[in-house]
């Protein structure tokens, strides 16, 4: 006559009970490294989302200050280029190209290639090909 599990139930319950016992065992430790790597990926993605954010606003400043210097370098050009507009709307000729007894054009025997070639292109006010009379057409 066959063993029934009722018959060795003492044994058998012992026995059932220690396998269970077992499994909800590993099945904790591994819920317990799951929540355990969980938190630690969501720490890490925090930190990276921290650390982009950073790295992008100091990009930001850096773009910002280079924007800033590149305005300012315009201004100072443009600055420059009205005070070169006004002086030849005046009738200022920069100082090589006003006739005097140093100057090329006075002097044909001290003049060389650069200086014919400097005193040439320094146009007058009244010049019809001056800039200052470009700009008031």
Do not use: H
Request: hydrophobic fraction near 40%.
């Amino acid at each position: 006559m066959p063993i029934s599990p009722c018959r060795m139930n003492g044994r058998f319950l012992q026995t059932a009970v220690e396998e269970t016992e077992d499994f909800t065992f590993i099945a904790f430790v591994f819920m317990g490294v799951f929540i355990v790597l969980l938190v630690l990926g969501l720490f890490a993605a925090m930190f990276g989302c921290y650390y982009k954010k950073s790295k992008r606003q100091e990009a930001q400043k850096t773009r910002d200050k280079a924007m800033q210097e590149l305005a300012e370098n315009r201004m100072k050009r443009w600055q420059n280029l009205e005070k070169s507009i006004a002086a030849l709307d005046e009738g200022y000729a920069p100082k090589e190209a006003r006739p005097s007894e140093n100057n090329e054009l006075s002097n044909p025997s001290t003049s060389t290639a650069a200086g014919s070639l400097r005193s040439s292109t320094a146009w007058s006010a009244e010049s019809p090909r001056s800039p200052a009379a470009a700009l008031r057409r």
